[in-house]
Each structure stands twice: as structure tokens, then as C-alpha cells.
């Protein structure tokens, strides 16, 4: 059985200095009540802030010490600052509000913010990574850590990690907003899986990547670097028993809330006070239901419990001031003599009154504006043992997927609210045992025990990831070279775009600079060296950009060959072109239904561009293409798929077949070195025989025996051959 290391925010405990001596109290909230009780059974270990001890003296910090190590827990502590920058500033400040989609909340300009994130990132990974063990399963939790799977692969790149996402994914044109969201999904794709609450979450999240990071867009997996990242959706349950459970102290509480109620029906609202729960438009919607009945507020009764969170943020205390206001103008403007009809608490309660407070009331009203999961419509359901109570749920709570037969509603219509809660406090007898049977059963079912296990199975499932450094076998590179700077005889082969420059956004713009030109004319003056460069683009393009130099340029793929600048161009390959014309017709009918893509022509082929198309609109008309393509069976042809791209191009052109013919035009024992960043590298380097040097620039190694990151790494390496 693996370890598991658990890394979140909090620690599921959380100290705090009194006196001399150290307080410790389990930490609230959905995430550390999950999780606490398969840590407390496992071996493992949990990383995460412990509270503020940052002025614990040295007896103090002895008792804490032990505190914690007793319960496997490695504290992460923050200062002050880190606190401000990290959590309520980059975490709670905009990823928050802008995952919620409360756009007008996200603060992105505070400076030092997002680098602070960055730092607070880098140490969880830094402590995960000193504790780590070959066999272990690694968890990181939410929005807080978004950058520590990336940071850890980096430091454990053996090591197996999972990513949860506790809150809503938001759709790709929301998230593009956040100036640094290209980091924040490298930093998620460190993991091997990637958990959200809900399926909308999870094709959110792929869409993004696809558009951002330009992945190939496919629901489940990613292909990222030499790796799969898996994607999943694990909808959070509760801790079912303990809400079904009766005990004498629950049974206590719901008499004293019966007898309190004077008779009055109760509607129960249980949140954190936060703008994303919706409160200030459910007490609107009361407000307008106590308007159209008069005697409806001698009847019934709302009770919200506000839980105390986050006061340290601006928006949050302001929060609180404006519920406090619509409050007591509601009970001002329909309250009586003796009665209220909305009951406010600023506070957290205890379990048992909180179990018996869903059991006391008739309806519940979970009417969040945006909510990852929310659990307390899950422990609603799961408390009510009797069958009785109604539950109102608004559609943008994660839990809607799930608990279907509660009464759903869009949280913004307020009008909808006004009915659905009036709906649900008439709903006849059999209607609500019926629903509350099913969701009852639901919340059983769904515990939060199924949750953890079938998130760790998935990730114990992954297949170890290999392990390899940047530059593969780093010293066998640099003997390589000195290998090659030896031969008598060197041919060199080389890809142009991604290769010796970075993509432009227009290939007319990807020039190469001066000190390319200097480093290729250099190498190709070299004694005994022959230097080709092997493209896909027109041999107008090339030409244009390194025809005076004295190397080889073989354009479509080698379609086209001009062996120095003193010999004109030749056609390689032969074979009819009249394919052209209803290919080009097929893709030119793709291109008017895919807004963003083009088709771009050569003498040889037609390439279907789409790079800059909707992702899963894209990819439905490559499969569309594909298919079509297969239909008409043209032997002429081959298809062949690079990023975002599909060229259809004559058949018997290839990058292989010039890397044989320039091969045979060299004496026998000359050294090869070929390198290359896209998907027809293989082909350039299939016929290479095997003590040939081939590079991969880029992400991914392929089939190249070396990979380097980058153009500039790539660049440093080729210098070294001079
Ligand atoms: C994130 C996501 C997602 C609340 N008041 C009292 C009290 N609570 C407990 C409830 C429930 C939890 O706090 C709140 O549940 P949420 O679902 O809102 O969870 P969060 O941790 O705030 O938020 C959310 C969740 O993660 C899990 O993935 O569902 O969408 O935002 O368990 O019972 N408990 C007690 N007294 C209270 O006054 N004892």
C-alpha cells in the first residue's frame, strides 16, 4: 500500500499561540474533514500551513513541533506577508472571484502578489519533494497550489501526483483572462491527474489548455511533454454517516429548535459568508415572497447562518455590513410585534446543532451564484433520515449534476426563487418523501470515502512516469559532440521552424536573426562539413530567408532540393498533381465552417491549418477531414498530422527520403548529426543509423536519441560543433 502526502492550504489542524502554551483545533471547511480521517488511518504525511505561529517562543515551538510530528503533519508556515500575498491577494483576491465567475471582484494589479504565490508554491514542493519515497502517492489540493505539481515534477520528476480542484473550472474565455494563465496551466500539468468536481469543469479546463498551451484538445488525456496527464471527474461526498447518525445530543437540539419555532416553518440557509453563496439575492427573493403574502411572515422563518470567513479581505467585511443591512430591513419592513422573519447568525455552530437544524427545517435553500460541489446540500440530504424537508438548489452549484430531484433554480432570477421557494413550501406530502427518499439515498451513496478512493486508485493506476533530465543523458551529449567535432566528414541536418528559430505568429515573420546566419555560414565553412536544412515550408520562403548561405535547402518536405546557392531548384519527387483540385475543394468547404481556420498551398501538398479555431470545433473537422480523406482513397497521397495541422501531401515526398539521398552523396564514415522539433522528425530521422546524433527541440524526445528544451538551447549545442 503506497503513502499517501497530502498537500493543501491548511492543515487539517490549525494552532494558535495562548499564553505560553499552544491551542489546536481541527480546521473547518469541506476539504480537511474529507481528508482527515483517511490520513489519521494511512502512513502518510500532510503538508500545509499550520496558523499563525509565527512569535512562538522556544517552549512553545517544542510543543508544536510535537504536535504535529505526532500527527505526520510537515507545517508549511507562512509570514505575514507571504500570507497577504499568497492567500488573501493571488488566491482569494483573483483566483477566487474569477474561478466564480465574479469578474468585477478579481483584483489583478497588486503588485507582488502573483510572485509571492510563486514563492509559497515553491516551498510546498521544495518540503513534498525532501519527503518523498519512490512508492508514494503525492495529493495537492486547490487553488492555492495551482504551480506546486509543475514545481515538484521539476524536483521528483519520478514522482506520481494528483491535482483536486475543490472550486469551479470557469470556462475558457474567463480564465484566458487571468494575465498569468499560460504558468498557472504549466503548473497544473506537472500532475499525472488532474481531478474536478463536475465534467462542465473538467472540458473547461481541456478547452483552456487547448487554446492557451495549443495541447491537442482531447477530453480525457493530454498529451504534455513525455508524458499523459489524465483528467477525471470525482464529484466530493460527505461523511455520510455522521449526518445520518442519531445521538441524544441531536435529538437535544432538534426539540429546543421545534419548540422555539413558535410553529413557524423553518427555511434554512447554511453558508460561509461569501459572495459567491448568494445570500444578498435569497434574502431579496424572501423579501419579495413576504411581499406578496402578507401573512406569510407570522408563518415562517428564515434562518441563515453565516459563517465567519476571510475578514481580513475588504469584500468580505463589506459582505457582512450589507447582509446585516438587508436584513433589518426585511425584519423592519414584515416583522411584528413578536416575530422576525429573518434570523441571522455571524458564527459557526456546533455539529449536533447543525445536524439538528437541517433536520428541523422544511426547506433548505442552497442558492450559491457559483459553487464548486457544496457539501451542506449533501449533509442536508444525508440528515434527513425522516424523508421530510425540501431542497432548493440553484443550477451553478456543483452539486446540481447530482441531486437532481431537488427543486433546481437559476440563483440570478429572482422571480424563480420567489416561486421556487414557494413551490417548496407547498409541496404536497408524497412529492417530498418521494424526492428526499431518492436524495437521501444519493448523499449515502456518494460518501466522501468513495471519493478519496476512487481519486487514489486512478492515480495508482498511472504508469510511473519516465524519468529523464532536460538534456538526456547530459554527458553522453557532450561525448557525442566531442565525437563528432573529430570526424573527418559531418553532415548536418537540421529542421528550420522550432528548430533554429522560435514559432512566429506569421511564418513570413520568423526571420532568422544575425548571429543565425553567422552560426550556420560558420558551420558550413567548417573543414569536411556539409549542412542541410530540411523544411516543410515553400522554397520560395526558405530561400528568402537563407538562400545566399552554402548549404543544401530541400523545401515541402523535400518535394523541392537546391543543393547550393550556385544550382537552381529541382523537383525530387514525381507524380501527378491533380489531386489539388478536389482536395483544396474539400478543405476550402472545411475552412467556411471553421472560423479561424486556412488553408495554405504548396507545389506538393495542401495543409488544413487550424491552430487558431475553437479547439473542439477543430478537432471535430480533423476528424471530419480524416475521414473524408479515407473515404476517397486516393493513392497519390499521403495525410500526414503536425500541430494543429493536417497536410495532405504527394506521395513517396519525404523528409526521409532526402535524409537517405544526402546520406549516399557522403563518404562512407561521415557522422550524422539531424535534429528537429515537430512530429516529421521521425521521418527525417528514420533511415539515420543508429550511432547518428539526433536532437529534439521542444518538450517532447520522440524517437530522437537527445532532446533539448528550447531554440537558444538548441542554438548553445550547435555552437559547440564549431
Ligand atoms: C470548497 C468549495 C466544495 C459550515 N458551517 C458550519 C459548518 N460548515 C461546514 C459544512 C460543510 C462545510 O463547512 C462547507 O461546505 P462547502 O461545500 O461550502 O465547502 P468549502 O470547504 O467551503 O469549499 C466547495 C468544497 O470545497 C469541497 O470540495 O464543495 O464548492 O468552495 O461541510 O457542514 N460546520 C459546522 N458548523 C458550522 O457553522 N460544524
Not at 171 to 193: K, Q, T, Y
Not at 435 to 462: C, I, K, N, P, Y
Not at 597 to 608: D, G, H, N, Y
Request: glycine letters at 8%; charged letters at 25%.
Amino acid at each position: 500500500m503506497s503513502r499517501l502526502l497530502i498537500a493543501s492550504n491548511r492543515l487539517p489542524v490549525t494552532l494558535q499561540l495562548e499564553g505560553d502554551g499552544v491551542g489546536v483545533a481541527p480546521s473547518a471547511g469541506g476539504l480537511a474533514t474529507a481528508l482527515r480521517g483517511p490520513h489519521e488511518r494511512g502512513e502518510g504525511l500532510w503538508f500545509g500551513w499550520p496558523g499563525d505561529v509565527c512569535d512562538a517562543t522556544a517552549a512553545q515551538r517544542e510543543k508544536i513541533d510535537a504536535e504535529l510530528k505526532g500527527r505526520r503533519l510537515i507545517p508549511i508556515e507562512l509570514s505575514p506577508a507571504e500570507l497577504t500575498g499568497y492567500y488573501d491577494g493571488f488566491s482569494n483576491g483573483a483566483v477566487w472571484p474569477l474561478f466564480h465567475y465574479c469578474l468585477d471582484r478579481v483584483r489583478l494589479e497588486v503588485p507582488g502578489d502573483w510572485a509571492t504565490y510563486q514563492r509559497v508554491n515553491q516551498r510546498f514542493a521544495e518540503a513534498i519533494a525532501a519527503h518523498v519515497q519512490p512508492d508514494d502517492l503525492v495529493w495537492i489540493h486547490d487553488y492555492h497550489l495551482m504551480l506546486v505539481p509543475e514545481y515538484l515534477r521539476r524536483l521528483a520528476p519520478g514522482a506520481r501526483i494528483g491535482f483536486f480542484l475543490h472550486i469551479p473550472f470557469p470556462a475558457s474565455d474567463v480564465f484566458r483572462i487571468l494575465p498569468w494563465r499560460e504558468e498557472v496551466l504549466r503548473g497544473l500539468m506537472g500532475a499525472d491527474l488532474i481531478g474536478f468536481h463536475t465534467s462542465e469543469y473538467l472540458t473547461n479546463f481541456a478547452r483552456s489548455a487547448a487554446q492557451v498551451l495549443a495541447t491537442d484538445f482531447d477530453v480525457d488525456a493530454i498529451r504534455w511533454a513525455d508524458r499523459t496527464v489524465r483528467l477525471g471527474t470525482f464529484p466530493i461526498g460527505i461523511d455520510a454517516a455522521a449526518f445520518a447518525a442519531d445521538s441524544p445530543a441531536i435529538d437535544a437540539e432538534l426539540a429546543s429548535l421545534r419548540a422555539g419555532s413558535g410553529g413557524r416553518r423553518i427555511i434554512l440557509g447554511v453558508d460561509r459568508l461569501d459572495y459567491t453563496k448568494g445570500i444578498l439575492r435569497r434574502l431579496l427573493a424572501f423579501d419579495r415572497l413576504l411581499a406578496s403574502d402578507r401573512t406569510l411572515a407570522d408563518r415562517v422563518q428564515l434562518l441563515q447562518i453565516g459563517v465567519p470567513s476571510r475578514e481580513s479581505i475588504d469584500s468580505y467585511a463589506e459582505l457582512r455590513r450589507e447582509a446585516n443591512a438587508l436584513v433589518g430591513r426585511i425584519n423592519a419592513e414584515h416583522g411584528t410585534v413578536s416575530t422576525a422573519p429573518v434570523h441571522f447568525l455571524y458564527r459557526s455552530i456546533p455539529f449536533e446543532q447543525l445536524v439538528a437544524l437541517y433536520r428541523a427545517a422544511d426547506v433548505m435553500l442552497v442558492t450559491p451564484l457559483r459553487d464548486g460541489m457544496n457539501l451542506v446540500a449533501k449533509e442536508f440530504c444525508a440528515a434527513r433520515t425522516d424523508g421530510g424537508g425540501v431542497l432548493v438548489l440553484s443550477e451553478f452549484a456543483g452539486a446540481a449534476a447530482e441531486l437532481r430531484e431537488a427543486l433546481i433554480v437559476n440563483p440570478y432570477d429572482l422571480g424563480a426563487v420567489e416561486r421556487t421557494l414557494g413551490a417548496a413550501l407547498q409541496m404536497p406530502d408524497d412529492e417530498r418523501r418521494l424526492r428526499m427518499e431518492r436524495l437521501h439515498a444519493r448523499a449515502l451513496a456518494g460518501d466522501v470515502s468513495r471519493w478519496h478512493r476512487s481519486f487514489t486508485d486512478e492515480l495508482q493506476r498511472v504508469p510511473a512516469p519516465p524519468v529523464r533530465p532536460a538534456v538526456e543523458g547530459a554527458r553522453s551529449l557532450d561525448e557525442e559532440v566531442a565525437r563528432l567535432r573529430e570526424a573527418p566528414s559531418l553532415l548536418v541536418l537540421l529542421d528550420y521552424d522550432g528548430t533554429l528559430v522560435p514559432y512566429a505568429p506569421l511564418p513570413d515573420l520568423a526571420r532568422p536573426d544575425l548571429e543565425l546566419i553567422a552560426l550556420l555560414d560558420a558551420l558550413a565553412r567548417r573543414p569536411g562539413t556539409r549542412v542541410h536544412l530540411v523544411t516543410g515550408r515553400t522554397p520560395a520562403s526558405i530561400e528568402r530567408f537563407l538562400g545566399d548561405l552554402p548549404v543544401g535547402l530541400h523545401a515541402e518536405h523535400g518535394y523541392w532540393s537546391r543543393a547550393d546557392p550556385a544550382r537552381t531548384w529541382l523537383v525530387r519527387a514525381t507524380g501527378t498533381l491533380g489531386w489539388k483540385e478536389p482536395v483544396g475543394a474539400l478543405m476550402a468547404e472545411l475552412v467556411a465552417r471553421t472560423p479561424g481556420a486556412f488553408v495554405e498551398e504548396k507545389t506538393s501538398a495542401l495543409a488544413f491549418h487550424f491552430r487558431a479555431a475553437d479547439p473542439m470545433l477543430a478537432a471535430a473537422r480533423a476528424r471530419e477531414l480524416r475521414a473524408r480523406l479515407a473515404a476517397d482513397a486516393r493513392s497519390e497521397v499521403v495525410m500526414m498530422e503536425g500541430a494543429r495541422v493536417i497536410e495532405v501531401r504527394l506521395a513517396g515526398v519525404s523528409k526521409a527520403l532526402v535524409a537517405t539521398s544526402l546520406m549516399a552523396d557522403m563518404p562512407v564514415g561521415t557522422a550524422i548529426f539531424a535534429a528537429g522539433d515537430d512530429r516529421t522528425e521521425p521521418d527525417l530521422f528514420t533511415p539515420l543509423p543508429p550511432e547518428a546524433v539526433t536532437v529534439r527541440v521542444g518538450r517532447s524526445r520522440m524517437d530522437a536519441r537527445f532532446r533539448v528544451p528550447d531554440v537558444a538551447a538548441f542554438r548553445t549545442l550547435l555552437r559547440s560543433l564549431l
